[in-house]
């Protein structure tokens, strides 16, 4: 099973989107909450080049935020990246 790390904040809807996704597929991921931490966040945002969150990895790999995970799904693609 792949490991999935998600970037939120607690006012963020979409990062509760992303995790409800998630959830219905089954899938535990890593959550780091990035509330009154600015500094990690300006960290994330330099090495990712996204402004929001939330920011989601698989496996390392920088997914995206909501709609992109929601696309890769809608695509079939994202099973098999979450089986790999």
């Given at each position: 099973?792949?490991?999935?790390?998600?970037?939120?904040?607690s006012?963020c809807?979409?990062?509760?989107?992303?995790?409800?996704?998630?959830k219905?597929?089954?899938?535990?991921?890593?959550?780091?909450?990035?509330?009154?931490?600015?500094?990690?966040?300006?960290?994330?945002?330099?090495?990712?080049?996204?402004?929001?969150?939330?920011?989601?990895?698989?496996?390392?790999?920088?997914?995206?935020?909501y709609?992109?995970?929601a696309?890769?799904?809608?695509?079939?693609?994202?099973?098999?990246?979450?089986n790999?």
């Open positions: 099973m792949s490991t999935v790390k998600i970037y939120s904040k006012y809807p979409y990062c509760d989107r992303a995790k409800a996704l998630f219905s597929k089954g899938v535990s991921y890593d959550e780091v909450m990035l509330d009154d931490k600015d500094d990690e966040f300006m960290a994330l945002k330099q090495k990712t080049g996204l402004m929001t969150v939330p920011q989601i990895f698989i496996n390392d790999t920088l997914i995206g935020g709609t992109d995970l696309a890769l799904d809608r695509e079939g693609k994202l099973d098999p990246m979450l790999s």
